[in-house]
T-cell receptor, first 115, second 110 residues
Framework: GAVVSQHPSWVICKSGTSVKIECRSLDFQATTMFWYRQFPKQSLMLMATSNEGSKATYEQGVEKDKFLINHASLTLSTLTVTSAHPEDSSFYIC???????????FGQGTRLTVV | QQPVQSPQAVILREGEDAVINCSSSKALYSVHWYRQKHGEAPVFLMILLKGGEQKGHEKISASFNEKKQQSSLYLTASQLSYSGTYFCGTERGGNTPLVFGKGTRLSVIA
């Protein structure tokens, strides 16, 4: 099946710093990728849709200036959490679809802890 | 609009069966089912596209009633490895983001 790789798997950062998370489609091109956030014991909540070569589309309530998304190529989307605070600590997961297939594949997820 | 899953949690003994339901108040294009183990990313189980479609793999199967905007996931003769949280994801059009239900936590005990 299609492979989506996310890096890093976990990160601990100090409050006020920025963290970048990468999401790569390894064996297919993805014009669209999706970023989700999951708090403990809760569902995956869609944050934004990342579009290659254009601006991301953010869900209501998600601060676009805080969660910067860049989709510079057909195989890479990045999510940067700027000026991170402890309340940003969460599990961040990206997802992408291989154009010719219907199922969405997920990256391994990144556990962010802001101290 | 987030789909509604039921039950929220279920505990089974090995070999028992379970049904997890997913319903939406909006018309659906497809329903996707995933299983997530603690600390890991969701793993794709299956996707259902057409009204009335049913499919399965080994002892896990699912159905999709397009008219009722409902899908059910059936786990038969459960195994310890079935433990995890099951999410249904719905979409209203092709290549649109999936919206996930709150999940059903399934625990299979020996």
């Amino acid at each position: 099946g299609a492979v989506v790789s996310q890096h890093p798997s976990w990160v601990i950062c100090k409050s006020g710093t920025s963290v970048k998370i990468e999401c790569r489609s390894l064996d297919f091109q993805a014009t669209t990728m999706f970023w989700y956030r999951q708090f403990p014991k809760q569902s995956l909540m869609l944050m934004a849709t990342s579009n290659e070569g254009s601006k991301a589309t953010y869900e209501q309530g998600v601060e676009k200036d805080k969660f910067l998304i860049n989709h510079a190529s057909l195989t890479l989307s990045t999510l940067t959490v700027t000026s991170a605070h402890p309340e940003d600590s969460s599990f961040y997961i990206c997802s992408a679809r291989d154009g010719g297939r219907l199922e969405a594949f997920f990256g391994q997820g990144t556990r962010l802890t802001v101290v | 609009q987030q789909p509604v899953q039921s039950p929220q949690a279920v505990i089974l003994r090995e070999g028992e069966d379970a049904v997890i339901n997913c319903s939406s108040s909006k018309a659906l294009y497809s329903v996707h089912w995933y299983r997530q183990k603690h600390g890991e990313a969701p793993v794709f189980l299956m996707i259902l596209l057409k009204g009335g479609e049913q499919k399965g793999h080994e002892k896990i199967s699912a159905s999709f009633n397009e008219k009722k905007q409902q899908s059910s996931l059936y786990l038969t003769a459960s195994q310890l490895s079935y433990s995890g949280t099951y999410f249904c994801g719905t979409e209203r059009g092709g290549n649109t983001p999936l919206v996930f239900g709150k999940g059903t936590r399934l625990s299979v005990i020996a």
